[in-house]
């Protein structure tokens, strides 16, 4: 297992912007690992938003397609989530998840509201 430690989320009004962080503690291999971030609205099942592979190389469900973009710095094992034009219905506990181990990160509140 990896640890996985998030930041970044928080309250921020539709239109706002928003990037989250994901951090591997003691990965020694993070820049093979594909990795990817989850959305968990209230009530609802926890879905797969975006995934970037150890290339780079990316990919997003269509909600997100245009207003968020994945990345990541091998150098600092560190995943990031950019968040544009948010939305509320893009409100939410978002994880990331080490698709290597299978490992997930403990969650960030983001809430969309005015």
């Known amino acids: 297992q990896i640890q996985l430690v998030e930041s970044g989320g928080g309250l921020v009004q539709p239109g706002g912007s928003l990037r989250l962080s994901c951090t591997a503690q003691?990965?020694?291999?993070?820049?093979?690992?594909?990795m990817a971030w989850y959305r968990q609205p209230p009530g609802k099942q926890r879905e797969l938003i975006a995934r970037?592979?150890?290339?780079?190389?990316?990919n997003y469900t269509d909600s997100v397609k245009g207003r968020f973009t994945i990345s990541r710095d091998n150098a600092k094992k560190t995943a990031y989530l950019q968040m544009n034009d948010l939305k509320p219905e893009d409100t939410g506990i978002y994880y990331c998840?080490?698709?290597?181990?299978?490992?997930w990160g403990q969650g960030t509140q983001v809430t969309v509201s005015s």
């Open positions: 998840k080490n698709d290597l181990y299978n490992s």
């Open positions: 003691k990965d020694s291999i993070f820049s093979i690992a594909p």
């Open positions: 970037v592979g150890g290339s780079g190389d990316a």
